[in-house]
């Protein structure tokens, strides 16, 4: 068979920088706090230089996807490289990817006890000629007299010769790169006042570990929501238990005429989501928007509505949580208190960079997501590799039993609009002997239409999940430490989420990470505390109720406000010791919520906005609750009066 041969542009594709640098992202988030922000310093600025920060953070939401957006920088600065694909150039990652993984790879290995891995030693030129004539194994020279020897030893020798070449060329860009990090590092100085902060906060709970809420003086009119991807047993039940085959109904407590019209509008049978993924992210979603507006006020000082641009994104699991907020944030800018005074300095419209993710919406829903990508209030890639099988998870349906899952715009609705748009379907770069990898000189040959089997999109290489635009998954999640996390917590030598209490109820953990770069010299910070999850999430106060004696079936903090959050940062300590992760609290370590029934809950965000508004909504319990009241203050005011008529009459 014939091998297909590339054109120069095709190697890489319509591949928009976000992508990659959302990637990058993306990989950081497996980190825990003791290695995030160090390699995310090591990284933004050094190796992605900060005049691409700035392009990303100067423009607008609607050009985010556009290589124009970069134009200016790529005239002024020669030593970052391209390609042009369509006749427009974009920015070739290549060489940063490659010191990405080498950033990320050290840390693994700090983190893991192993010693880093040694950089490849450089290659001697002997009088600038390879010798073809000495057998290194014997030390001997051969006489050689068959030709067709000679034409093997002179590829073999051009072969070298590129293979030098090809190494001088890699060292010279290092060389490069390395001015243009000192020329980025004095335009810090210059622009940000001699130095810069980057701050965050990363929340986790008894039922997934991973949400980060990220921002960076060098970029004041952006954040970023990132969600780790799969780390553990648990967390990838969240999409591969056999209760995910059932999609999950969020309209059960809307109008039901309403939710039929929407329903035919959006070419579904029900608005569904994947529960298990879909609950990671109701546990904490107050909290994450509250987590959103400290760290906007405190460090990137908004002076406007609509000043600060969204960002999400997430590999695998993270993937999934990212597009299913950023189907909520639709929801949450229209919703009260949200689309006022102090959150409506962030942007109505968001920008989701999906990586690897599994299926977590029904069809139906899948298309209300789309609509508001094709009304440009969402601006949304789903970024996939060929083989990888995590996107084909869970099945699309089992006929009449369930209706299944779908990707965003994969449906006969935008299946030959938005979908075009949004997808990026890629070559996985790697390979996967002696251990996995990527392979630089491996085409991505991103496509923006979907692979067919034939063209080599058969999905069940799990290795295609490892490896995305060069970024190195492989050690984001040690095998063993997988492994382990699937046996029972008696016999686990060390816990992976955050332990429960001892009544069983949900434990969240936040960190507030700090680090600032002045003068050449950084110094990074880390506060942490515990608390009740449960306390923000009482039974009373939800609003699914299905039925007299079940519990309510969402999970969201809706007891979470500023001023709650505000007393948990007061209540942060810093984290001594060298354990950066804890996860097993004290009572000592737990911060006790105070006048919780006193709050009146936030609104609870499903992802489906119906015309006419959204209205604040209560259990039955509740609202039985305060009609009886009433009924029995009537029935009062009615004895009363009974009595009065007769005290006249007499």
């Known amino acids: 068979m014939f091998s297909k041969k590339i054109n120069e542009e095709d190697k890489f594709g319509d591949i928009p920088f976000i992508t990659f640098y959302s990637t990058v992202l993306s990989r950081l988030a497996y980190f825990t706090s003791k290695s995030f922000l160090p390699a ?4 933004f600025g050094p190796i992605i230089p900060t005049t691409l920060m ?59 006890g192993k010693i880093p891995p040694k950089s490849d030693k450089p290659i001697n030129l002997v009088g600038g000629q390879i010798p073809n004539n000495v057998d290194s194994s014997k030390g001997k020279s051969n006489n050689i007299n068959d030709m067709n020897d000679i034409d093997k030893i002179n590829e073999n020798a051009n072969a070298r010769n590129a293979s030098i070449k090809n190494t001088i060329k890699n060292s010279v860009n290092r060389v490069k790169n390395t001015v243009n990090n000192s020329v980025n590092a004095i335009k810090d100085n210059v622009i940000n006042g001699n130095g810069f902060k980057v701050a965050y906060i990363s929340i986790s709970t008894s039922n997934y570990g991973g949400y980060y809420i990220l921002v960076d003086t060098r970029m004041p009119n952006s954040i970023f929501v990132v969600f780790r991807g799969t780390y553990s047993a648990k967390s990838a039940g969240s999409y ?36 298990g993924i879909n609950k990671i992210l ?52 229209r919703t009260s208190p949200y689309n006022t005074k102090p959150y409506d300095i962030f942007s109505k419209e968001i920008c989701c960079i999906s990586i690897a993710s599994p299926r977590v919406m029904t069809p139906g829903l899948a298309n209300n997501f789309c609509q508001r990508v094709a009304d440009k209030q969402i601006f949304y890639k ?19 039993a369930s209706e299944g899952y779908e990707h965003p715009c994969s449906g006969k609705k935008f299946g030959k609009t938005e979908r075009n748009l949004i997808t990026m379907d890629c070559g996985s770069a790697m390979e996967a002997r002696p251990v996995p990898k990527p392979v630089y000189t491996k085409p991505l040959e991103c496509r923006s239409s979907k692979t067919s089997m034939l063209s080599g999109n058969i999905s069940g290489n799990a290795l295609a999940h490892t490896v995305y635009l060069y970024v190195n998954f492989v ?43 002045k003068n050449k010299s950084s110094s990074i910070d880390f506060k942490t505390t515990f608390f009740n999850l449960n306390q923000l999430r009482p039974k009373d106060k939800q609003i699914l109720v299905t039925g007299k004696d079940v519990p309510p079936t969402t999970s969201e903090d809706t007891l979470m406000n500023k001023r709650v959050f505000s007393d948990i940062i007061e209540s942060l300590k810093p984290i001594e010791g060298t354990n950066y992760n804890p996860v097993t609290p004290t009572d000592a370590d737990m911060y006790q919520l105070t006048d919780m029934g006193a709050i009146e809950p936030s609104p609870v965000i499903s992802g489906i906005v119906l015309s006419g508004g959204m209205k604040r909504r209560h259990t039955r319990k509740i609202k039985k609750s305060k009609q009886t009241r009433k009924v029995n203050k009537n029935k009062r005011r009615g004895k009363k009066s009974m009595k009065e008529r007769k005290s006249r009459k007499n």
């Open 40 to 43: 995310y310093m090591q990284i």
């Open 282 to 333: 109701d546990d904490v979603y107050h909290t994450i928007i509250e987590s959103m507006l400290y760290l906007a006020e405190t460090h990137l000082k908004p002076s406007s509505k609509n000043s600060i641009k969204v960002f999400t994104t997430g590999h695998s699991l993270g993937g999934g949580l990212c597009t299913l907020f950023a189907g909520d944030w639709y929801e949450t800018t």
């Open 240 to 275: 591969t238990n056999p209760t995910s085959v059932v999609p999950y109904d969020i309209a059960k407590n809307l109008p039901k005429q309403k939710v039929a019209e929407n329903l035919k509008k959006d070419q579904g049978k029900m608005y569904g989501v994947l529960k």
């Open 54 to 112: 700035a392009n990303i953070d100067k423009s607008p939401l609607s050009d985010i996807f556009k290589p124009s957006i970069y134009s200016k920088t790529l005239q002024t600065d020669s030593i970052i490289p391209t390609y042009t694909f369509n006749g427009e150039k974009f920015i070739n990652f290549t060489s940063m990817s490659e010191r990405v993984n080498e950033v990320t790879n050290e840390f693994y290995n700090a983190s893991s």
């Open 475 to 517: 050690t984001a999640v040690p095998v063993s430490q997988f492994l382990s996390s699937s046996l029972p917590s008696r016999v686990k030598s060390k816990p992976i989420e955050i332990q429960r209490t001892k009544d069983g109820a949900t434990v969240a953990r936040i960190i507030l990470g700090t680090g600032i770069e």
């Open 382 to 400: 789903r970024i996939t590799n060929r083989g990888d099988p995590v996107p084909a998870l869970p099945p699309k349906g089992f006929g009449i």
